[in-house]
């Protein structure tokens, strides 16, 4: 009893097509991810790209954005009010309030950076020639070079370096 034609032609590889390309156009057709969730909340699937950008008050590109080729066309766009009516403007509202705030500083030092600047400054406070001269400066860093590994360890880790200086001013006290 033989196959059928169709389980036949399901194990066979087509060299004619490009799998590439056959790719590509799988994944233009997905509906494409949007990043800001502003956007993603208005969007309207029924409408353009550009129906879409142009309700919540954006613009899809920088072209036709600013026509100053001549003057003349120039002064005639400023005496007319704006025809576009943003339907959507909570979401430029809700993008403007969400740029304004500061995001958290991410940067970090890594543990051999902060025994070596913890080493430098129990040693010589804040002799940066003398840290430089020291004998556990292996890299032979330059005074400069130190003082921006310490500034960066102030800046990252400010409660700790604020304790650590406090127990350095304790031991010295007693």
Known sequence: MGKTKKSRNRSKYN????????????????????????????????????????????????KGMLPIKNQKMFQDMESKPAETSVLKP????????????RGEDRTTCSTDIIEY?????????EDY???????????????KQIKRKVELYKRCHPQEYAVFIASLQSQKST
Do not use: F
């Not at 979401?91 to 304004?100: G, K, N």
């Not at 020639?129 to 005074?143: F, L, S, V």
């Open 117 to 125: 600047v913890q080493y430098m400054v129990k040693e010589h406070n």
């Open 129 to 143: 020639k003398a840290m430089a001269r020291d004998e556990k400066n292996y890299y032979q860093e330059t005074p």
């Open 15 to 62: 060299y004619s097509k490009n799998k590439k390309n056959l790719k590509k156009k799988i994944r233009r057709k997905e509906k494409p991810h949007i990043e800001c969730p502003q956007i993603r909340n208005a969007w309207d699937e029924h409408k353009t790209v550009k129906q879409n950008l142009q309700e919540m008050g954006l613009s899809l590109g920088t």
């Open 90 to 101: 909570y979401v430029i509202e809700a993008m403007e309030v969400e740029a304004s705030l």
